[in-house]
């Protein structure tokens, strides 16, 4: 699928800031894969590090060949062990003063990396905290960890439900359990949209990527079966077009 991503203009990167992504088999998900997540989130940062933690199906060589074509890009490789450990191995890489967090079948458009930098011109904070948009057959209001863009001092991800989540823990607290004093005082609230990609036949991407998660995630045992090796990895990474409508 070839890109009609636009390289960002010095105007519209995001000063000292880092991507912060970990991976595995994603050379096709709903999104468009890795070679789209990286066209169109990388020109917009800094810096950025993505770690592999295990592909199997092209992911990590396709990483090396887009490493070489993008000079800010970092890649890494870390033995998953949980989706906490990954973060904070990723996390610990960066080198500017604050961290973007982003999955592979996430996106923002060029439009929201715009309006992100002019919300952080005009109102520093260490946490900025986003809005989540699922996209499927149709689109409906998601759920996602906050902040997604936060300065690294005294921040750290702890795993929940044994390895099938994680959460960003700040000077010891969840970050979703802040008092409202320490979020009006430090966090800005975006307004952005994070868009997550599923399959456009949500439900049917739901039954067969249950059994996975309870088999595979659950157990902390993803880095034994990858998705790519799963009976119904075509389905469940199947491209959403509707990806096109959101660049």
């Known amino acids: 699928m070839e890109s009609n991503i636009a390289i960002a203009t010095p105007q519209t990167v995001l000063p000292d800031v880092s991507l912060a992504a970990i991976v595995r088999d994603e050379m096709m998900n709903p999104a468009g ?14 810096e950025a590090v ?6 199997k199906d092209g992911t990590r060589e396709t990483l090396e060949e887009l490493e070489a074509r993008y000079p800010n890009l970092t890649v890494l490789d870390h033995p998953f062990q949980g989706y906490a450990d990954a973060r904070n191995f990723s996390l610990q890489q960066v080198q500017t003063s604050k961290a973007f ?13 715009a309006s992100l930098k002019q919300t952080m011109d005009a109102n520093p904070a260490l946490y900025y905290q986003f809005d989540f948009l699922n996209v499927a057959e ?22 929940q439900n044994n390895h099938a989540g994680e959460c960003l823990f700040i000077d ?29 036949d949500f439900k049917s991407f739901v039954t067969k990527i249950y059994s996975w998660y309870q088999v595979v ?15 119904d990895f075509e389905l469940w990474k199947a491209y959403n077009p509707r990806r096109e409508e959101f660049r």
């Open 101 to 113: 967090v982003l999955d592979a079948d996430e996106r923002l458009t060029k439009d929201d990396f």
């Open 172 to 200: 010891g607290i969840r970050a979703d359990k802040w008092s409202d004093d320490l979020v009006y005082n430090n966090s800005v609230i975006t307004g952005i949209d994070i868009k997550h990609f599923y399959t456009q």
């Open 138 to 159: 149709s689109d409906f209001p998601g759920i996602g960890h906050n902040p997604r863009l936060f300065a690294l001092e005294n921040t750290k991800y702890m795993n």
């Open 217 to 231: 995630v659950k157990n902390g045992i993803s880095d034994i079966v990858a998705p790519s090796e799963t009976q």
């Open 50 to 55: 993505i770690v592999d933690t295990g592909s």
């Open 33 to 46: 894969g890795i070679i789209d997540f990286i066209e169109s989130t990388v020109p917009f940062v800094e």
